[in-house]
């Protein structure tokens, strides 16, 4: 994500990317205070801190919404949240973990060696999905001969050793290389797409251009006729002008990405969003307060509006049940 909140191509100013860069600000501040001094100061939990920061880390693509909720919480109450984007794993592994953030979202289900390192480390993980996303898959606007693709031949593409030329996957397509951008190996979104439309975990090509800045990624497909990018909905959505996203058939037809297939479960590409939260900072009030807050409002527009798919009344039911007997009801 760039932390120009004006795109450097289009000119374009966002209310994400204006939210983005201030989040990422705060979190520099933060993430200095830590290396510093004690890892847990300034973190409600992990350690048993409580001195009234928030700190989350994790996915890219569940940022925006976890910016925009400290955006709008801050309003209304004296409480400092950062909010930085390292990956669902790189911010497991290497924050929530080790007890140096309350919160880590994430945009896959947190794996058991994760769950056995987190109790291990003394952390409960808990978990609330918070929001759909319509993972997509983009080219330039330029490539008119492609407007949807196969789960089979997105793996052609992605596995290790990997299709190289557009033809060696369609002999209709130009016999040109692939220029290939996505996600780093740290994101929940590129174990996702790996375990779901490669079909095994791990086995993801390595010779593409991997990044937990997905503006780079959109940047990179409009730069050239042959790209091809995948990242979540939202950063399609807010640059659908600029780039092509294409329809996916998962072996019932081409559906384009939205927020209304992600929602009826017709695009073979969506997934839930998670946010997992330490329930050793839930036993503080301002950590419990604010993920009350998250949940009550993650059926919201709050969510639409920055390209996601808001959790159904339901699912906020559920949550608010989780949160509830994780806390005591305090």
Given at each position: ?330
């Amino acid at each position: 994500m760039t932390d120009d909140p004006i795109d450097g191509r289009t000119g374009r100013v966002s209310r994400r990317n204006v939210l983005a860069a201030g989040g990422s600000a705060l979190a520099l501040t933060v993430a200095g205070c830590m290396s510093d001094e004690n890892p847990n100061a300034g973190s409600g939990g992990g350690g048993g801190g409580g001195s009234g920061d928030i700190v989350i880390t994790g996915s890219s693509t569940v940022y925006p919404i976890a910016t925009a909720m400290a955006e709008e919480y801050q309003r209304e109450n004296d409480v400092s949240i950062s909010v930085d984007s390292t990956g669902s794993g790189g911010g497991f592994e290497n924050h929530f973990i080790p007890g140096n953030s309350d919160i880590n979202t994430a945009s896959r289900p947190i794996s058991e060696e994760e769950q056995q390192a987190a109790e291990e480390n003394g952390i409960t993980p808990v978990e609330f999905q918070v929001a759909s996303d319509a993972l997509t898959m983009a080219a330039n606007n330029e490539a008119d001969w492609v407007d949807c693709m196969s789960f089979d031949e997105l793996a052609q593409i992605w596995q290790p050793n990997g299709a190289q030329n557009w033809s060696d996957v369609n002999p209709d397509w130009p016999d040109e290389p692939f220029e290939l951008y996505g996600p780093a190996s740290t994101s929940g979104t590129f174990d996702w797409f790996t375990e779901n439309v490669i079909g095994e975990a791990g086995s993801h090509r390595s010779d593409y251009e991997g990044t937990e800045e997905d503006n780079i990624i959109v940047q990179g497909i409009q730069g050239s006729q042959y790209a091809l990018g995948y990242f979540g909905y939202a950063y399609y959505q807010e640059n659908e002008d600029a780039i092509k996203g294409l329809q996916i058939d998962g072996g019932e037809g081409c559906v384009e990405p939205s927020l209304e297939t992600a929602q009826d479960g017709s695009y073979p590409m969506s997934r839930p969003l998670f946010v997992y939260a330490a329930e050793e900072s839930l036993q503080d009030s301002t950590v419990a307060d604010f993920m009350r807050y998250f949940i009550e409002n993650s059926s919201s527009d709050l969510v639409s509006e920055v390209g996601y798919v808001p959790a159904n009344e339901q699912l906020v039911e559920e949550s608010l049940a989780t949160l509830e007997d994780a806390t005591g009801g305090n």
